[in-house]
């Protein structure tokens, strides 16, 4: 009986050994299958977004983005930025790019204008490092350049708007590897062949076009008109190549503004208004008289958009011209108390009274003018609203989105009445 009994035992302590083996077993497999899970999604996650972006900017020609502005990144993840990055990254805004299927929408995506890779401010956490972006390492690849081919990518296609779009022919391996063969830049692209032309173009049709442009590697394309345009690269080999850039920003119009029967119109049909800036006539005046004096050397060159911009750009109209017409009714009122107030004290008195205060009410009185003259001096244009003498007319200063400008008032009178009228900024008291 004792030797079944120390059998069992034995048994007993191979059987729970084999289940704390197998159960060590299985939680490592546990754990290693979340993280191979957890692995697969930050995959997913990076090239599905990736891929939409890239997608989308082939479309549209902007990218996806938050706010135009770009973002600085945080300085864990610089390690892991591409070096084809050029120094603009922009938070994404999923919404734009579709119903992107992904799994975890809170990682923060965020992407480079020039390469379009994409990286996530709240990294992937694997093996106690932090991984912002699928680098090689991640990926398990040798890191490092591999000699293989590479896309001839474009930079420089405005995303906001501007005047022209500067662009510039990017094949970054290529450039590199002339460095490192020890050859200038133009010894290894002297028997490359760049062409670019406006319009979608096959590769015969802009070997052969009348209208397309030689350049060389490193040149700035400029671009004042939006629409496609189409580049050609011949490498060294005689390999052809034809890539189509789609510009939309570009806008280098000037907004139309004139006075028609005594309104004031102002229209740009392109990017739309940004701003519409304004000064006085006489101090504009000054500023031309400034410009144009020989002896200070400022007329050269100088149009009535210089003019303006001496000493700044101005109010702005319609943020700044109402609290112009609330702080001048503000202080033409209480003038008009304070004067009311003064005659109803003096009045009052008795005539021996008024006698004894008549030196102290014409003082009052006086201060009361002075107040008043000041008033009038500070704001001309309000003060004369029609702008029946110079003092009382205004320049204005008209940007558009993408920073083109025009001047008017210059040769035509505008009031403060014109302006009102048409942007509803307040009505002047007393007038």
């Known amino acids: ?29 546990l754990k290693t299958s979340r993280e191979t899970m957890e ?25 996806p983005i938050l706010s135009e502005t770009p973002i600085s990144v945080p300085d864990e993840m610089k390690s892991q930025l591409d070096i084809l990055d050029n120094e603009n990254y922009y938070d994404l805004d999923l919404s734009k790019i579709g119903n992107v299927a992904i799994v975890d ?42 000699e293989q081919e590479e896309e001839i990518t474009v930079a420089g296609n405005p995303i906001v708007w501007s ?15 002339a460095k490192d063969e020890g050859e200038t830049a133009e010894e290894f692209w002297e028997n490359w062949t760049f062409r670019w032309d406006f319009g ?16 060389v590697y490193g040149d700035t394309l400029v671009v004042k008109t939006n629409g496609v345009y189409t580049i050609y690269v011949k490498d060294s080999e005689g390999k052809e190549t034809t890539i189509n850039v789609v510009v939309t920003k570009v806008d280098d119009i000037k907004p139309k503004c004139s006075v028609v029967e005594g309104q004031v119109e102002i229209l740009d049909n392109e990017t739309g208004i940004k701003g519409i800036y304004y000064k006085t006539r006489t101090e504009y005046d000054g500023n031309k008289e400034y410009a144009e004096d020989v002896g200070e050397g400022e007329s050269q060159g100088r149009n009535e958009l210089d003019f303006f911009l001496l000493g700044g750009k101005g109010a702005n109209l319609i943020e700044n011209m109402p609290l ?47 107040a008043e003259e000041s008033l009038k001096r500070e ?33 035509e009178v505008i009031s403060f009445n014109m302006l009102t009228t048409k942007y ?7 007038r």
């Open 200 to 215: 979608p173009k096959s590769i015969e049709n802009i070997k052969t076009s009348s209208t397309a442009r030689s350049f």
């Open 424 to 430: 509803n900024l307040g009505t002047v008291l007393g």
């Open 39 to 63: 692995s697969s999604d930050f995959i997913y996650d990076l090239t599905t977004v990736e891929e939409m972006v890239k997608q989308y900017y082939a479309e549209s020609g902007t990218l």
């Open 163 to 177: 005047k022209n779009a500067r662009m510039r022919v990017v094949i970054p391996r290529k450039a590199l590897s």
């Open 324 to 370: 112009d017409v609330q702080n001048y009714n503000n202080r033409y009122t209480a003038i008009q108390e304070q004067r009311n107030t003064e005659i109803d004290r003096y009045n009052r008195l008795t005539a021996v009274e008024q006698e004894a205060n008549l030196e102290e009410h014409q003082r009052i009185m006086q201060d009361i003018v002075d």
């Open 105 to 146: 929408r809170e990682r923060g995506f965020v992407v480079n204008e020039q390469t379009l890779r994409v990286y996530c401010k709240n990294p992937f956490i694997y093996e106690e490092k932090k991984y912002y972006t699928l680098t090689d390492e991640f990926m398990g690849r040798e890191i490092g350049y591999h």
């Open 1 to 29: 009986m004792s030797i079944k009994k120390g059998y069992s035992l034995v048994v007993l302590v191979i059987a729970i050994a084999v289940i704390l083996i197998l159960s060590s077993v299985s939680i490592t497999m």
């Open 379 to 411: 704001y001309p244009y309000l003060v004369d609203s029609n702008a029946d003498q110079i003092q009382g007319q205004l320049v204005l200063y008209v940007e558009d989105q993408a920073g083109n400008a025009t001047v008017i008032g210059d040769a």
